[in-house]
């Protein structure tokens, strides 16, 4: 039960903060919240929310002491990276190359896999030792910038399971060593590996940063606009385990355990309970509706509305937000307003579904 009265007056005259992924749009609205967005988006985990979630309440946090996050293009912290100097080696080595018009990455095409087999992985991989990353100095350099009020989630960019694989042997091989019976023991060797890695990067992050952070984000995307990349059984066996232990992990800190995973995949949603996620935004092509009727009281859903009229009416475009909050909204089984359906996301239609989840 929410243990501040909706006031009216939090809503009069709002902030703006400009959405740099939609610049046409007139920006986030900043209303006079109850409290901080971090406390109210930390709350939700524990069915207490003051208000449903829609993207104002957390800030990335990807430093560049790591590595992935340079190779990748992909630094967010307290001073601007120059984007001239994104690619490069991530963390075990892979090359990246950086292309600044599509604002993405991938490893470098001129270059062969580390291997294609992973049996050999043990001869061939060089795992990094985080303890030589600048911790120190990265914490006084972003101690201003993690002390916004809001729940700040450092992301797990290239994390452990799939996405790593790739990296190291390309799609193909990656894909073959899943159902490979002469791979699957030193497949599971090198996820354990991966994944000890990464419960490291989490205990010095909690170490360094402190209160500064209130979760990860961890990226392995699991599927194409269609269809899964693996069978439901194969994510079960491979992943599943080894994603446990990390989501263990990051809540044994007393942080949140966010997945981002692309693709046509709830079909596996299960598998992403099972592993322990708490929260994760599928992308639009699943239906986020349905994942939040019905696993919404296992796992925090990012949901897509239903889309908003061009020609809507500010007044429809409010009732249309307070709809939103009506179907997909209590603190026992909250959801967030999906990023993917952003252009919903209208002045009015925000406010509506703004003041609906507080009164609610």
Known sequence: ??????????????????NPFFPESPGTP????????RKSYEDMFRGKAEWLPYGIETT?????????????????????????????????????????????????????????????WKNILKFPDIEEWDWEGSAKENARYLDNGKANMFWLLNGAGF?????????QDAAVALIDDDQTDALKELLQATTDLAIRIVNKACDTYG??????TYHDDWGSQRDPFF?????????????????????ARGKIADLHSCGHIESQIDNIIKAGWQSW????????????????????????????????????????????????????????????????????????????????
């Open 1 to 18: 039960m929410s243990q501040f009265s909706f006031d009216p007056r939090e809503t009069t005259n709002p902030g703006l903060l400009p």
């Open 30 to 37: 900043i209303y006079k919240f109850p409290e901080t967005c």
């Open 60 to 120: 990335v946090f990807s430093p560049r002491i790591v590595p992935d996050n340079i190779a990748r293009g992909f630094v967010i912290e307290s001073k601007p990276y120059d984007v001239e100097k994104y690619g490069g080696p991530d963390m075990f080595g892979v090359k990246w190359v950086y292309v600044p018009m599509d604002a993405g990455s991938m490893e470098d095409p001129n270059i062969p896999p580390l291997m294609d087999d992973v049996n050999d």
């Open 163 to 171: 996405e790593r694989l790739i990296s190291f042997m390309g799609f």
């Open 211 to 216: 209160d500064g952070i209130s979760g990860f």
């Open 231 to 251: 069978s439901h059984d194969v994510a079960e066996d491979i992943f599943v385990p080894y994603m446990k232990q990390l989501t263990d992990a990051i809540k």
């Open 281 to 360: 935004t599928p992308m639009p092509m699943n239906d986020t509706q349905k994942l939040y009727r019905d696993y919404g009281d296992r796992i925090v859903i990012g949901v897509c509305g239903d889309p908003v009229p061009k020609d809507a009416s500010p007044e429809l475009q409010y009732q249309m937000g307070a709809e939103f909050a009506k179907k997909f909204y209590t603190p026992a089984k909250p959801s967030t307003a999906s990023l993917y359906s952003a252009t919903n996301m209208t002045l009015e239609y925000t406010r509506g579904m703004y003041e609906t989840s507080r009164q609610i």
